[in-house]
């Protein structure tokens, strides 16, 4: 119900769907957080963990704090505000014992690299060259990273850098509808007249 971007300037910039979080039961402080709190750990979104299985294997972790445990119920609050749970950077240590440090806010993740109910992160696989994918709390990956929405995490990691779309403006998006629109009424004319 959200997510981070980058401005046509190159500055992070997150954004968050209040009405449809709300629409489908969801706390919009929770991905609004989880928006913030990503945008401040990776801001640029290339960030990754590699964890080695031998000297030529291993795999790339995703350097996400929130998606990993972003489910509502797993969130925290402040001041009566529900806020995304995170992960510290202790998650992503895969030397550290089960129980050895805190690994998120909540404390609720017991050891390096596990996921809570709904959570998920990005994994790619350095010998398999099937690219990125998406492993869930369940233990099951997903397909190949899809494109993702424009600006998504899931699309910059899935995309090669200069092949990324920017995110449009407000002033952009509001003379694209307007145009869509006329295009729209013009269509209905015709369609009318005929």
Known sequence: MGYHDLTPAGLPMGKVFAGTDLKYGYTWSVTAS????????????????LVQSSDTAGKRYAYEVCDTCEADENGYEIDGVLLSDFVFPSWF???RA??????????????PFELLAGGYIGVFDVNSGSGWHQV???????NTFLRGNVGSRRERRAVPRDQWLQTLSHRQITTRREQYLRRVGEIQKRRAAA
């Open 136 to 142: 869930t709390a369940e233990k099951r990956p997903t």
């Open 98 to 111: 089960e129980g050895s440090t805190q690994f998120d806010q909540t404390n609720k993740i017991k050891s």
């Open 93 to 95: 240590e895969d030397f």
């Open 34 to 49: 989880h928006e913030l709190l990503e945008m401040l750990a990776d801001p640029n979104i290339n960030l990754t963990v």
